[in-house]
């Protein structure tokens, strides 16, 4: 096959950066705000107003190579924007909860008075678990890791999750239970354009990391092949080998029925199998059953599109399985991951430079952010609560004894249903905006309405803010430094670029001075810049699985990142998994799994016919709290629609840009019709990035997966409605 080097394509754009010549102006290097690619930029500072006023990228980065995708190339815009909050707010009418109204500003001693008097009360009447810390993965290793530090210890409560349960809470599932480790790949970025198949289950890459694609494309012109598995024709299955266009809700099937050509058409890997894995025979026997017919029959794929896709994989020397939301925002999330990792395993295609899988991460940090502690049952370095052994050592580290560590607590979704039990009583909300991004979303709002006490940390007033009492300024990613972990499991350095606006303060920095003035300063006044407290996370993750104890800043710059482990400061760290294919369980083999089919939660049935999906597009962000405020983005992509095939729509009798009542079990919203060709005729999608009556999420149902405790966002039973015209009094 043709080889692509992409080293003569940087060489040809790189640019020297200290030799760039601008009046006032200087260059900071670092990384895009948004998803897990965290595409390479330079910020551009005006020196004299010490204010970021535009971006250029950086061609010296070797993951994208200067590539930058629109949010990307606006994302500066977010840190001097009016709707910064620049002080701390304090809700004076309570009766206003649920709206952007009722605030008044205040001194930050004022708003820390408020809060400390509210969270000893309630914890003097109801114990310390009345508290509970939400919190996300669009921050640095730093706050993530002193997030679950300030929850445990200086909160003293039990209950902290994150948002990571509605983006990678499946994957680390199910990558944990078949590799026996969570990292986002098992190979580096760089070798994604040199494999000779790409298996990509449950990924718009092309609207949701574009700037992964020149890779993807590259494998198809060296000859190569790209598999697609979604119920979408999107960009990037358009253009695929093959396109597995399947019912949203039924990967399962489809990756047992691939499984079952792969192994009975001679392509798995017997000396692999038999000396690194375990679970083959009894898998091998279960997925018999899975004939392309039968297969096809559960999915809707035809059964030639499977034999050919498992003909491509099976015979490709090199293959890397990817996936994304699509395939893990089920209750079976946790099993799709595993079954498609089957694929790897069984044909041997891991533990090797170009051949592997890879989970395409959707959030900035949302490998780093998973790894240290902001989980419902984790502890930093992926250890976890329910073994002595890793909470008799974190608590050393920490400066506690191992009894007064809080037991585990349960997952983002199910907190709010212990507000509504009145066992959790008040929330601590930072970097995340459940009252758009939870499923069934008027049971959620309800609940954060029902609070005694509501805290959110924020630079913008965003939707969850307005159910707050107190809102608390903090920082945008450029007005503060620490580390990332990309898509690949590669730690990157953000750079400061200007200082914090108004009164803003770093999340970090203001669990501190909570903490201290809740009497707990003795476990958190050492920590005075981000840098304490990456060292004190490096020494927190010795020894554990995510161990980054070998990683400093400087060791960062030097190498374009760091991948972990990287076990001691000798130590260069890991860019490919299992060399020596050896994997994390005990006993150093992989586990194959065999795994029944099961339907979604909610099946289509006569009353909601049609299966509901969700997704992104490419100008928008998560719940869109950043990226609504961009006037280009909001210009590009301005308001939600509903994506319905031409049959389905004349079924309806509706049209073209029409506004239809879109509704489900839980709730309606009204949206434009987009009539296309691109989606499944027994389908309807929705981008999920608006808030209020506009988000899609007051439809999809809170199901949750057994293991990971996913919501169900990919699969529900919808219906849709013509409006009827009004009749001209």
């Known amino acids: 096959m043709q080889e692509v080097n992409f080293k003569n394509e940087r060489d040809k754009y790189f640019r020297e950066i200290d030799n760039l010549n601008h009046p006032n102006e200087t260059l900071v290097k670092t990384h895009c705000s948004y998803c897990a690619m965290q595409c390479g930029m330079n910020l551009r500072v005006n020196t004299k107003t010490n204010k970021i006023i535009g971006v250029e990228p950086r061609y010296d980065w070797p993951v994208t190579l200067g590539k930058m995708c629109p949010k990307g190339v606006t994302a500066y815009q977010q840190v001097n924007h009016k709707d910064r909050l620049l002080k701390p707010l304090i809700r004076d009418d309570k009766s206003l909860k649920g709206t952007n109204k009722g605030f008044r500003e205040a001194s930050w001693d004022e708003a820390y008075e408020l809060i400390v008097k509210k969270f000893t009360e309630l914890q003097e009447t109801y114990g310390k678990d009345s508290l509970s810390v939400y919190s996300g993965v669009s921050m640095t290793n730093e706050k993530c890791y002193l997030t679950g530090k300030f929850a445990r210890v200086g909160l003293q409560t039990r ?368 920590l005075r810049t981000s840098k304490d407290v990456f060292n004190e996370l490096r020494v927190a993750s010795k020894g554990g699985i995510a161990d980054y104890y070998g990683v400093t800043w400087e060791k960062i710059d030097k190498q374009d990142g760091v991948f972990w482990p990287c076990k001691d400061e000798s130590d260069p760290g890991t860019p490919h998994l299992f060399l020596d294919k050896k994997f994390y369980h005990p006993d150093g083999k992989a586990k194959i799994f065999a795994l029944p089919y099961r339907p979604s939660a909610e099946e289509p049935d006569q009353e909601y016919p049609l299966r509901l999906t969700t997704g992104r597009v490419v100008y928008h962000y998560l719940s869109g709290n950043q990226t609504r405020r961009i006037q280009f983005l909001r210009d590009m992509s301005p308001e939600p629609f509903v994506e319905v095939h031409p049959e389905t729509a004349q079924k309806y009798g509706i049209n073209h840009e029409e506004t239809v009542r879109l509704f489900t079990r839980r709730g309606e919203a009204f949206y434009q019709v987009k009539i296309t060709e691109a989606i499944r005729k027994d389908t309807v999608f929705v981008p999920y990035h608006w808030g209020h009556e506009k988000s899609i999420n007051l439809l999809t149902i809170g199901a949750l997966d057994p293991i990971s405790k996913m919501p169900e966002f990919k699969a529900c039973a919808a219906q849709i409605e013509k409006l009827e015209l009004k009749k001209v009094q």
């Not at 998973?370 to 073994?387: F, M, N, T, V």
């Not at 940390?457 to 580390?483: H, I, K, N, R």
């Open 159 to 526: 209950y902290i999750d994150y948002n990571g349960r509605f983006c990678m809470a499946s994957a680390a599932g199910g990558l944990n239970r078949s590799l026996g480790i969570d990292r986002g790949s098992t190979v580096p970025w760089t070798d994604v354009h040199e494999t000779d198949c790409i298996f990509l289950a449950g990924s718009n890459t092309a609207e949701c990391h574009p700037t992964s694609m020149f890779r993807i494309w590259a494998v198809q012109e060296r000859g190569g092949y790209v598999i697609v598995v979604d119920p979408r024709e999107t960009p990037v299955a358009r253009r695929a080998d093959v396109h597995l266009d399947l019912r949203p809700g039924t990967d399962l099937a489809l990756a047992n029925g691939i499984l079952n050509l792969l192994i009975q058409n001679g392509y798995a890997d017997e000396e692999f199998v038999k000396n690194h894995t375990n679970g083959f025979e009894e898998t091998k026997q279960l997925v018999k059953e899975f004939t392309p017919e039968y297969t096809s029959a559960i999915t809707g794929v035809a059964p030639e599109k499977i034999i050919r896709a498992a003909e491509l994989y099976g015979k490709a020397p090199n293959a890397i399985v990817m996936f994304a939301r699509g395939i893990e925002q089920q209750i079976k999330g946790v099993d799709n991951v595993s079954a498609y990792t089957n694929m790897a395993l069984v044909t041997g295609k891991i533990g090797r430079p170009k051949a592997g899988v890879a989970t395409i991460t959707g959030q900035g940090n949302g490998q780093g952010g998973r790894e240290h502690g902001q989980k419902a049952d984790a502890l930093p370095g992926y250890r976890k609560i329910a073994y002595p052994e890793h909470v008799e050592y974190i608590s050393k580290v920490w400066g506690i004894e191992p009894e007064e560590m809080p037991k585990e607590g349960v997952s983002a979704f199910e907190m709010f249903g212990l507000m509504e039990q009145k066992t959790i009583r008040a929330l601590y909300l930072l970097c995340s905006n459940p009252a758009v991004s939870a499923p069934d979303l008027n049971y959620v709002r309800e609940q954060m309405k029902n609070l005694d006490f509501m805290v959110c940390v924020d630079f913008y007033l965003s939707e969850s803010a307005e159910f707050a009492d107190v809102v608390l300024p903090t920082t945008t990613w450029a007005e503060d430094e620490g580390t990332t972990t990309n898509v690949e499991g590669r730690i990157i350095k953000i750079n400061r670029a200007q200082m914090p606006l108004g009164e803003s303060k770093p999340d970090w920095q203001i669990q501190v001075e909570i903490a201290e003035r809740m009497g707990r300063g003795k476990y958190f006044s050492h």
